[in-house]
């Protein structure tokens, strides 16, 4: 009998390691199908998730109240388990070499808990080779097992789009892999339970470990062709946005648009691609000048935003400046590697201090991430300058007359306005400084 069928008929149990904005929809998900464990480290995640509150808003409470997961940090409950889905994070250090550090932590912990007959697949961001040459070994030695004979192991990217609510788990198509034809079979139909959109086997796990970091790179790339060409046309004196919109009426534009390019992937999976290829000797000459050009956004933006100050007649450390939004992007809680941090970073270097205000975040997160005290939103007001740093749906359905009524009683003129996401109309503000990327 395959695991699979196992499943099906409730006679084995699948587990997710790793409940944060993969881990907790792929969990709910199997969940109408499976019995499904769902462990993280995390006590008080897992107090709320117990309590049906979903912290993620990936979900909402309601499904995560009513859902059948069996909610736990005890580890030993893993032990019950025989498909086991491992989505932990993939973080880049201080240096942006790959930190593997929560992967392995993971690997350590399903290892001491794995049983004979079992199947291992990580969904975590990686470079190619990571599951076979740095998880597996752990695995084993955590176990006593050995992989290919007491257990198999695969790889399926996660392709979850944090705040996506068309673009979910069962619509968006799944790489899977496994270590030989019979792993993969097996994996292919546990994840066909729930990917409507349908599975797409591929050869190797190193393949299907490649297809995620490409793919990101790519938009990566992509994103940092648009925002060379902000910073370009910035000078020129030409409205980046209009020349966008032009260009999109050929019938083969990619749609790309500039922007902060931050998160826990496209910010980070070109970085992993890239180390992995200077230890076989290539040293990336695209990818990493991507990289550059969108690390380096956060700063542009400020500095347009300090130069709108100067030409307002205002003193860029005197003023009123409030930013809205602080997560990675929009409708989403997520602040992680958000690239609002390095406009916020720039204005401290210049004596300004922010309002911040982001209707989605979480405060304390905020506050460990990046020592901001997020304020709610009635105390933006008064204000020299308004920075829309996230385009949430809140602030994209607020009219020109609200966005007015957040500045302070003065002439036009000496109001700035920096619109990083072209959410606005930039004729409604024809007499104000205003400034979008």
């Known amino acids: 009998m395959s695991i699979?069928?196992?499943?099906?008929?409730?006679?084995?149990?699948?587990?997710?390691?790793?409940?944060?904005?993969?881990?907790?929809?792929?969990?709910?998900?199997?969940?109408?199908?499976?019995?499904v464990i769902g462990f993280d480290i995390n006590e008080g995640k897992i107090a709320l998730y117990r309590q049906g509150v979903d912290p993620t808003?990936?979900?909402?409470?309601?499904?995560?109240?009513?859902?059948?997961?069996?909610?736990?940090?005890?580890?030993?409950?893993?032990?019950?388990?025989?498909f086991h889905i491992v989505a932990v994070p993939t973080p880049v250090n201080q240096d942006k070499t790959p930190d593997l550090s929560p992967v392995i932590g993971a690997s350590q912990t399903l290892g001491r808990h794995l049983k004979p007959g079992s199947i291992v697949v990580y969904e975590s961001t990686v470079y190619p080779g990571v599951t076979e040459d740095v998880c597996v070994p752990i695995l084993e030695r955590e176990s006593g097992l050995k992989c290919g004979v007491d257990f198999k192991a695969g790889y399926s990217p996660e392709r979850i789009n944090p705040g996506d609510k068309v673009h979910t788990l069962t619509t968006i198509r799944k790489i899977v892999s496994g270590q030989d034809a019979e792993s993969l079979e097996e994996i292919k139909n546990v994840y066909d339970i729930v990917i409507a959109a349908g599975t797409y086997p591929v050869s190797t796990i190193k393949t299907a470990e490649a297809v995620k970091v490409v793919e990101n790179s790519q938009r990566d790339i992509n994103i940092a062709f648009m925002n060379e060409l902000a910073m370009v046309f910035d000078r020129m004196g030409i409205d980046t946005s209009e020349v966008?919109?032009?260009?999109?009426?050929?019938?083969?534009?990619?749609?790309?648009?500039?922007?902060?390019?931050?998160?826990?992937?496209?910010?980070?999976?070109?970085?992993y691609f890239t180390y992995e290829a200077e230890k076989l000797g290539y040293h990336s000459q695209i990818i990493l000048a991507g990289r550059k050009v969108n690390d380096g956004m956060g700063e542009f933006v400020a500095d347009a935003a300090i130069r709108e100050m100067v030409q307002a007649?205002?003193?860029?450390?005197?003023?009123?400046?409030?930013?809205?939004?602080?997560?990675?992007k929009e409708n989403c809680p997520d602040v992680r590697n958000s690239k609002v941090e390095d406009i916020l970073k720039r204005f401290a270097q210049y004596g300004i201090h922010c309002l911040?205000?982001?209707?989605?975040?979480?405060?304390?997160?905020?506050?460990?991430?990046?020592?901001?005290?997020?304020v709610p939103f009635e105390q933006m007001k008064d204000l020299d300058v308004v920075v829309i740093a996230v385009a949430h749906d809140k602030f994209a359905a607020m009219t020109s007359d609200d966005y007015k009524a957040l500045f302070a009683d003065k002439s036009d003129s000496e109001k700035v306005l920096v619109d990083v996401k072209s959410i606005l109309n930039k004729s409604d503000f024809e007499d104000y400084r205003y400034w979008r990327l």
């Open 313 to 328: 007649g205002l003193a860029p450390a005197k003023a009123k400046v409030g930013v809205l939004g602080i997560t990675f």
């Open 356 to 374: 911040v205000s982001d209707p989605w975040a979480d405060a304390s997160d905020a506050k460990a991430a990046y020592g901001v005290d997020l």
């Open 57 to 82: 808003k990936e979900v909402g409470d309601e499904a995560v109240a009513s859902t059948s997961v069996e909610f736990t940090s005890d580890a030993a409950a893993l032990e019950e388990a025989r």
């Open 4 to 35: 699979y069928q196992d499943l099906l008929d409730g006679n084995a149990k699948l587990s997710l390691v790793g409940l944060g904005y993969v881990g907790m929809p792929i969990a709910v998900e199997f969940a109408k199908h499976v019995k």
């Open 244 to 271: 966008v919109d032009g260009m999109n009426t050929k019938w083969n534009a990619l749609g790309f648009k500039p922007g902060l390019v931050g998160g826990h992937c496209i910010g980070v999976d070109p970085y």
